[in-house]
Structures are given as structure tokens and as C-alpha cells.
């Protein structure tokens, strides 16, 4: 096959998806289809006879609804962005990877409801920063908040740094609307703070990684936008001092908090070494940092007096050893970047194995050292580098190759890494899959965690949405076998 991906599929599946897409809407050249091939982390490349972007739900509708009828299988992809190739299509080249970067229109703002009737092609931060020019606030922050959409957000019900205060995801979207897998339209587009008329399907297909329908559309709760916010990057010894620091926001003003962010020492060293302009604003390194971020909708100078009253005590009683506030907005950016370009820089280190795991904030510090443990002793060299959204007892404990080292040798250890990580936040009540979702990587897991009758109970939901198996096919669910 050169050049065109589609050589294989009949010219008149070609030319009726053309003319369902329009202009522009499928890309069926290898130069044109690649980007969408290969996930985020380089870990998985598939294959797709080509990539549709549809413009409208209708247009959507109809590109499933020829897929469901040839029985194509059909790979809906946000911002290619996922953690666990969880919309990277396999190498068959039979699926039709869907794409909702031409659906990119913020529909409505409410300012009375409190919400915004969006796109699912929409990018977080185009999102955040139409609610913004609203005078309101979207209250969920990730890292790669530049390149993710609103519809594989909630389709893999991102958390992220503002989890701590806001919730999920899933928390966020009032509505919903979808293309379900033989093509119909669910519009479940209501923007009701009640609405107790049966199961709650929005519900269902948030999370859901696209295994039962794509996304289109979404109504989302926005919160007034904060007039005022502070910011503090602190150094700590470790996880334990990192929680006793956040009981102690806590029992000052819990509602204050509106991040509070864990690096260890060894990933923010990475990213002072490795990213450019990322310089650490403390006169020495730390074995840990914590990134507290407080913010309110009333102006006023009371969480400057909070921030220095908690960050006060905490440094007098030497839980925190050294702390500097944020004095402007591009301050309050640079102390973020610092957090928000961890990924990145543990990208350019290496290869990298990563645990995006919950346990009870109480078994956090316990968990660590444990794993630590472990991976040490595992891999002679390993670099363990967690970090992660500490108020939610969500680690990304990372672990990146030793230095030098061969990367793919390291990566053919993921399992056995993954294992004995998982083991330990098993054995402390956790969840091998916080917030990235268990997409293809993780699938193999799913069997020990969610066997019996929780498993049982997706299959037939699945089944029973999806009875063909064409949406999102080899992902979240391990093959019956
Ligand atoms: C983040 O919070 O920056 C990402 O979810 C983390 C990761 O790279 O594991
Ligand atoms: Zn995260």
C-alpha cells in the first residue's frame, strides 16, 4: 500500500464518507492520517484505512451509522493525549479513527444556570478561556489542557488539579450528547440540577473511553470566576509532612483550597534540567515540593493572610522548610509550569513507566515507601519519580529508566514494574487506574480488579450498546478468552 492509507476499502465507502464529511472531513493520505496514529507517549502505533472529522453531530451520526453497516470499527480520538493508548486503533487498518476538532463552537454560556453548552471538539483550555470571557470560571485544569477536547475529557472522566475542590469530570457535565454505535443521536442535553427520570446515561458513557458511543456535545457547570488567588510553592521532607500540610489548610478554610499538588524531588529536578525556562524559585533543593493553590470569588487581601497564617505555623513547627508566594500572575504561572511540565520532562529523560494509582490520603506516605522499595529493587538505576494531586490521594508514581540506560529493555519491564506497584496499593484499599483510565495498556488488569460480577455486569452493558463491538474495540474491556 503507498500513500493512501484507504487502498484496500471499496472507492465507494470512500465517496460516501466524503460526501456524508465534506470538504477536508476524511484525511485518507498516510502524511495526513499519521499524526492520529501514534499515541502521546509513542508506546502504541495502529493503523486506520483513514480519519474522519466530521463538522456536525449529524455528520457524525451518519459516518457511525455507515461504520455500524460495514461493520468498521471506529476509534473516536480527542486530543490524542491519553496516558494508556486509549485511542490509538490497532494494527488491523480496518478502523476509522473519529476526530471532533472541526466541532469547535462554545454553543451557549448561561449566566443564570451557571453553564456552558459546548462542542466535544472544543479544547479544555478554549473552553476555560470562553467561560473566563464570560466573567466564570471552568473549574478543571490538566496538563496537557492545550491539546485535549471536551469530548475525550469526559469520555475519560479527567480529573486533574482542580479535582480537590470540583470533582471530576463527571461532576462538571450536567448534559450530554452522543452518537451512539448504530448511529443514533442520543441528546441527553438537559441542563437540570434534578432530574431523577430513570438511569442516568450521561453517567454512563462519561468514563467510558469510548467503548459505547462518541461524545458530541456536552453542557457543563461552570463557578464564578475567583477574584482572588494565591499561590505557594513549598519545600517538604516528604508525602507525610505534604498531607499534615494539607489537614492544616483544611482545618483553616477547607473551601479555600483549590489545588494542592505533590512533586517529589527527583521529577522536579527533571524538569529544572530538562525544560527550558523552569528554573526552581527556592535557595535549595527539597526532597519534596507541594503546590497549594487558594482562591475565592471575593477580592480582598483574607487568603494572603490565610496563606501566610498556615504556611506561618507549618514553618515554625518545620513541617515546611522554605515556601515563597506567587507576587504576580506570571509568577503564578511559572510556579505551575513547574508542575504542569512533569510529564514532558519525564518524557525527555527516557522511557517511562507510569502508575497513575489512588489510595486513602492516609496510606499515602506508606504507599510510596513501599513501592520505592519495590522498583529499587527490581531495577537496579530506576529513577522513582512520583508526583501527582496529593488532596485527592491520586500519585503518578513514575518511574523513569536509569540513566543511560536502553529504553526499550526498560519499557519490556512495564508489566512487571506495573505488578508489584499495583500489588502494594491493592493490598492498601487503592485503584491501579486514578484518573488516565485503563484504555489498551491497562486492559490486562482489569480481570484481577473488576472480576466477578462488576466485570460481569460492564461486558453485558457494553453488549447491549454496543452488540456489534465496534466502538473504541480492544479497549477498557480484556477479550472474553
Ligand atoms: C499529570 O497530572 O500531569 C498527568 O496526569 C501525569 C502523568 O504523566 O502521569
Ligand atoms: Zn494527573
Same mark, same amino acid.
Given at each position: 500500500?503507498t500513500?493512501s492509507?484507504s487502498?484496500?476499502?471499496?472507492?465507494?465507502?470512500?465517496?460516501?464518507?466524503?460526501s456524508?464529511?465534506?470538504?477536508?472531513?476524511?484525511l485518507?493520505?498516510?502524511?495526513?492520517?499519521a499524526p492520529?496514529?501514534?499515541?502521546?507517549r509513542?508506546?502504541?502505533?495502529g493503523k486506520?484505512?483513514?480519519v474522519?472529522?466530521?463538522?456536525?453531530?449529524?455528520?457524525?451520526a451518519?459516518t457511525?451509522?455507515?461504520?455500524a453497516?460495514h461493520k468498521i470499527?471506529?476509534?473516536?480520538?480527542?486530543?490524542?493525549?491519553s496516558?494508556v493508548?486509549g485511542?490509538t486503533p490497532?494494527?488491523?487498518?480496518?478502523?476509522?479513527?473519529?476526530v471532533m476538532?472541526?466541532?469547535?463552537?462554545?454553543?451557549?454560556?448561561?449566566r443564570?444556570?451557571?453553564?456552558?453548552?459546548?462542542?466535544a471538539?472544543?479544547?479544555l483550555?478554549?473552553?476555560?478561556?470562553?467561560?473566563?470571557d464570560?466573567?466564570?470560571?471552568? !473549574? &478543571?485544569?490538566?496538563?496537557s489542557e492545550?491539546s *485535549?477536547?471536551?469530548g475525550?475529557?469526559? %469520555?475519560t472522566?479527567? #480529573? /486533574?488539579?482542580?479535582?480537590?475542590?470540583?470533582?471530576?469530570?463527571?461532576?462538571?457535565?450536567?448534559?450530554l450528547?452522543?452518537?451512539l454505535p448504530?448511529?443514533?443521536?442520543?441528546?441527553?442535553?438537559?441542563?437540570l440540577?434534578?432530574d431523577n427520570?430513570?438511569?442516568?446515561?450521561r453517567?454512563?458513557?462519561i468514563?467510558?473511553?469510548?467503548?459505547l458511543?462518541?461524545?458530541?456535545?456536552a453542557i457543563l457547570?461552570?463557578?464564578?470566576k475567583?477574584?482572588s488567588i494565591?499561590?505557594?510553592?513549598?519545600?517538604?521532607a516528604?508525602?507525610?509532612?505534604?498531607l499534615?500540610?494539607?489537614a492544616?489548610?483544611?482545618n483553616a478554610?477547607?473551601?479555600?483550597i483549590?489545588a494542592?499538588?505533590f512533586?517529589s524531588?527527583l521529577?522536579?529536578?527533571?524538569?529544572n534540567?530538562?525544560?527550558?525556562?523552569? !528554573? &526552581?524559585p527556592?535557595?535549595?533543593?527539597?526532597? *519534596?515540593?507541594?503546590?497549594?493553590?487558594l %482562591?475565592s470569588?471575593? #477580592? /480582598?487581601?483574607t487568603?494572603?493572610?490565610?496563606?501566610e497564617?498556615?504556611?506561618?505555623?507549618?514553618?515554625?513547627?518545620?513541617?515546611v522548610?522554605?515556601?515563597?508566594?506567587a507576587?504576580?500572575?506570571?509568577?503564578?504561572q511559572?510556579?505551575?509550569?513547574?508542575?504542569?511540565?512533569?510529564?514532558?520532562?519525564?518524557?525527555r529523560?527516557?522511557?517511562?513507566?507510569?502508575n497513575?494509582?489512588?489510595?486513602?490520603?492516609?496510606?499515602?506516605?506508606?504507599f510510596?515507601?513501599r513501592?520505592?522499595?519495590?522498583?529499587k529493587?527490581?531495577?537496579?538505576g530506576?529513577?522513582v519519580?512520583p508526583?501527582?494531586?496529593i488532596?485527592?490521594?491520586?500519585?503518578?508514581?513514575?518511574?523513569?529508566?536509569?540513566?543511560?540506560?536502553d529504553?526499550a529493555?526498560?519499557?519490556?519491564?512495564?508489566?512487571?514494574?506495573m505488578?508489584?506497584?499495583?500489588?502494594?496499593?491493592r493490598?492498601?484499599?487503592g485503584?491501579?487506574?486514578a484518573?488516565?483510565g485503563? #484504555?489498551?495498556?491497562?486492559?490486562?488488569?482489569?480481570?484481577a480488579?473488576?472480576?466477578?460480577?462488576?466485570l460481569?455486569?460492564?461486558?453485558?452493558i457494553k453488549?447491549?450498546?454496543?452488540?456489534?463491538?465496534?466502538m473504541n474495540?480492544g479497549?477498557m474491556?480484556?477479550?472474553v478468552?
Amino acid at each position: 500500500m503507498t500513500g493512501s492509507s484507504s487502498a484496500a476499502f471499496s472507492d465507494t465507502l470512500i465517496n460516501a464518507l466524503k460526501s456524508i464529511l465534506g470538504p477536508g472531513g476524511l484525511l485518507t493520505q498516510d502524511t495526513d492520517t499519521a499524526p492520529y496514529l501514534t499515541d502521546w507517549r509513542g508506546m502504541f502505533h495502529g493503523k486506520a484505512f483513514a480519519v474522519a472529522r466530521p463538522a456536525s453531530t449529524e455528520a457524525c451520526a451518519k459516518t457511525v451509522k455507515l461504520c455500524a453497516w460495514h461493520k468498521i470499527p471506529v476509534v473516536p480520538q480527542g486530543g490524542n493525549t491519553s496516558m494508556v493508548g486509549g485511542a490509538t486503533p490497532d494494527d488491523s487498518g480496518r478502523a476509522l479513527v473519529i476526530v471532533m476538532s472541526r466541532m469547535n463552537r462554545v454553543r451557549d454560556i448561561d449566566r443564570i444556570d451557571n453553564t456552558m453548552s459546548i462542542d466535544a471538539g472544543v479544547t479544555l483550555k478554549a473552553a476555560q478561556d470562553a467561560a473566563l470571557d464570560a466573567g466564570l470560571m471552568l !473549574p &478543571l485544569s490538566i496538563s496537557s489542557e492545550g491539546s *485535549a477536547d471536551i469530548g475525550g475529557i469526559l %469520555a475519560t472522566n479527567a #480529573g /486533574g488539579n482542580n479535582t480537590v475542590r470540583y470533582g471530576n469530570a463527571r461532576e462538571l457535565a450536567l448534559g450530554l450528547e452522543a452518537v451512539l454505535p448504530d448511529g443514533r443521536i442520543l441528546n441527553l442535553m438537559r441542563r437540570l440540577r434534578k432530574d431523577n427520570t430513570g438511569y442516568a446515561l450521561r453517567q454512563l458513557f462519561i468514563g467510558s473511553e469510548g467503548t459505547l458511543a462518541i461524545i458530541t456535545g456536552a453542557i457543563l457547570q461552570l463557578q464564578p470566576k475567583p477574584k482572588s488567588i494565591e499561590t505557594a510553592l513549598c519545600a517538604v521532607a516528604d508525602a507525610r509532612a505534604a498531607l499534615e500540610l494539607f489537614a492544616a489548610f483544611r482545618n483553616a478554610e477547607p473551601s479555600a483550597i483549590q489545588a494542592f499538588e505533590f512533586m517529589s524531588g527527583l521529577s522536579m529536578q527533571l524538569v529544572n534540567t530538562l525544560i527550558p525556562d523552569a !528554573p &526552581l524559585p527556592l535557595a535549595e533543593p527539597s526532597p *519534596a515540593y507541594v503546590l497549594v493553590e487558594l %482562591a475565592s470569588p471575593r #477580592g /480582598g487581601d483574607t487568603l494572603r493572610g490565610l496563606m501566610e497564617e498556615v504556611l506561618g505555623k507549618a514553618l515554625e513547627d518545620g513541617l515546611v522548610s522554605d515556601a515563597v508566594l506567587a507576587e504576580s500572575e506570571a509568577q503564578r504561572q511559572a510556579f505551575w509550569k513547574l508542575r504542569e511540565e512533569h510529564s514532558e520532562a519525564q518524557k525527555r529523560a527516557g522511557t517511562s513507566v507510569k502508575n497513575d494509582v489512588s489510595v486513602p490520603l492516609s496510606a499515602i506516605p506508606e504507599f510510596i515507601d513501599r513501592a520505592t522499595t519495590a522498583c529499587k529493587k527490581l531495577i537496579a538505576g530506576i529513577r522513582v519519580a512520583p508526583f501527582g494531586h496529593i488532596g485527592d490521594g491520586n500519585i503518578h508514581f513514575n518511574l523513569v529508566q536509569p540513566e543511560g540506560a536502553d529504553g526499550a529493555a526498560f519499557l519490556a519491564c512495564d508489566h512487571e514494574i506495573m505488578d508489584a506497584v499495583t500489588a502494594i496499593v491493592r493490598d492498601l484499599g487503592g485503584s491501579f487506574s486514578a484518573e488516565h483510565g485503563v #484504555g489498551q495498556l491497562k486492559t490486562y488488569m482489569m480481570p484481577a480488579w473488576r472480576g466477578g460480577a462488576e466485570l460481569d455486569v460492564m461486558r453485558h452493558i457494553k453488549t447491549a450498546i454496543d452488540p456489534e463491538g465496534i466502538m473504541n474495540p480492544g479497549k477498557m474491556l480484556p477479550e472474553v478468552g
